[in-house]
Nanobody
Framework: QVLLRESGGGLVQPGGSLRLSCAFT????????ISWFRQAPGKEREFVAV????????HYADSVQGRFTISRDNADNTAFLLMDSLTLEDTALYYC??????????????????WGQGTQVTVSS
């Protein structure tokens, strides 16, 4: 059974940085696309970033393009989200998600088979 576990969330000031990690167990990590989503209070879950199975291509939501960087280490079964220039609007519960890579860029929640429980990111002065 595939399990995902996020870590690295916390409280950060506006303009600061955080790096989230997503540990993957239970199957061959290298065949999965890995994504990050987030959900702010009172809002729907939204796509943040996705990386392909090889780790050589990625796609971002417009709201984070140029500030966030997704990466992965297939040898260590871990994905990452480096978040720079954080703003108050980035405050949310961040989730990683996995689906077998079939090409393209899955950006909708229903396209994913496996989810972590989330890690809270709070941007506040």
């Amino acid at each position: 059974q595939v399990l995902l576990r996020e870590s690295g969330g916390g409280l950060v000031q506006p303009g600061g940085s955080l790096r989230l990690s997503c540990a993957f167990t239970g199957n061959d990590f290298s065949i999965y696309s890995i994504s990050w989503f987030r959900q702010a209070p009172g809002k729907e879950r939204e796509f943040v970033a996705v990386m392909n199975w090889r780790g050589d291509a990625s796609h971002y939501a417009d709201s984070v393009q140029g500030r966030f960087t997704i990466s992965r280490d297939n040898a260590d079964n871990t994905a990452f989200l480096l978040m720079d220039s954080l703003t108050l609007e980035d405050t949310a519960l961040y989730y990683c998600a996995a689906v077998v890579d079939r090409g393209g860029w899955p950006t909708e929640s229903h396209e994913y088979d496996y989810w972590g429980q989330g890690t809270q990111v709070t941007v506040s002065s």
